[in-house]
Nanobody, 117 residues
Framework: QVQLVESGGGLVQAGGSLRLSCAASRSISSIITMGWFRQAPGKQRELVATITGARNTYYADSVKGRFTISRDNAKNTVYLQMNSLKPEDTAVYYC???????????WGQGTQVTVSS
């Protein structure tokens, strides 16, 4: 089973940017769709963005136009570039291989993103 390690989170002011990385323990070339999820305190985990092997992307309405997902299969890594961050983006961010709105792989520890107003 592939292991996922997220990194790149931190504390940033509203309007700032962060780039998250998700390193997989083995090749992700065969995983058609990878994605980023987030879970805010007291809320359910939600799917934020996905990317297929053909580089087709999906974004939740709440992040569309501000976040960009990418993947580098040669490095077994998925990225999430987050711009124009808002306090409501505060959450723990996780990567996974989504099936519907759920992850199909073991969850990593996630990376905390905190946006101050």
């Amino acid at each position: 089973q592939v292991q996922l390690v997220e990194s790149g989170g931190g504390l940033v002011q509203a309007g700032g940017s962060l780039r998250l990385s998700c390193a997989a323990s083995r090749s992700i070339s065969s995983i058609i769709t990878m994605g980023w999820f987030r879970q805010a305190p007291g809320k359910q985990r939600e799917l934020v963005a996905t990317i297929t092997g053909a580089r087709n992307t999906y974004y939740a309405d709440s992040v569309k136009g501000r976040f960009t997902i990418s993947r580098d299969n040669a490095k077994n890594t998925v990225y999430l570039q987050m711009n124009s961050l808002k306090p409501e983006d505060t959450a723990v961010y996780y990567c996974n291989a989504p099936v519907g709105t759920r992850g199909s792989l073991y969850w990593g520890q996630g990376t905390q993103v905190t946006v101050s107003s």
